[in-house]
């Protein structure tokens, strides 16, 4: 499965973005997809994952100003991101894979990531 995420770029405080993932290759093969996050010296975190029946996912920090969505007919995965701030630069990866339930996931593939600067 190929991954391929866009929709980063410098947004101002209180802003919003949409970022997204085209999938290509073996989709079938996958049943969840989500975003990880990586700020500048820190470590990656998980910021959404949803299934292919639409199943959502977000860590408790991250309830609120992240909507993860998918068009199956397109094989895109989408993040919006609303109220943008500082803390929330990161390099913003896409991965998929598949679980026997999305409590249970783990990537088995990534994309290459798109980066979100948020600066006034």
């Known amino acids: 499965v190929q991954l391929q995420a866009s929709g980063g770029g410098l947004v101002h405080p209180g802003g919003s973005l949409r970022l997204s993932c085209a999938a290509s290759?073996?989709?079938?093969?996958?049943?969840?997809y989500g975003w990880y996050r990586q700020a500048p010296g820190k470590r990656r975190e998980q910021v959404a994952l949803?299934?292919?029946?639409?199943?959502?996912r977000y860590p408790d920090p991250m309830k609120g100003r992240f909507t993860i969505s998918r068009d199956s007919a397109k094989n895109t995965m989408y993040l919006q991101i609303n109220n943008l701030q500082p803390e929330d630069t990161a390099v913003y990866y896409c991965?998929?894979?598949?679980?026997?339930?999305?409590?249970?996931?783990?990537?088995?593939?990534w994309g290459q990531g798109t980066l979100v600067t948020v600066s006034s």
């Open positions: 949803i299934s292919t029946t639409d199943n959502t």
């Open positions: 991965n998929a894979g598949f679980a026997f339930g999305i409590d249970h996931y783990f990537p088995d593939y």
């Open positions: 290759g073996s989709v079938l093969s996958v049943n969840v």
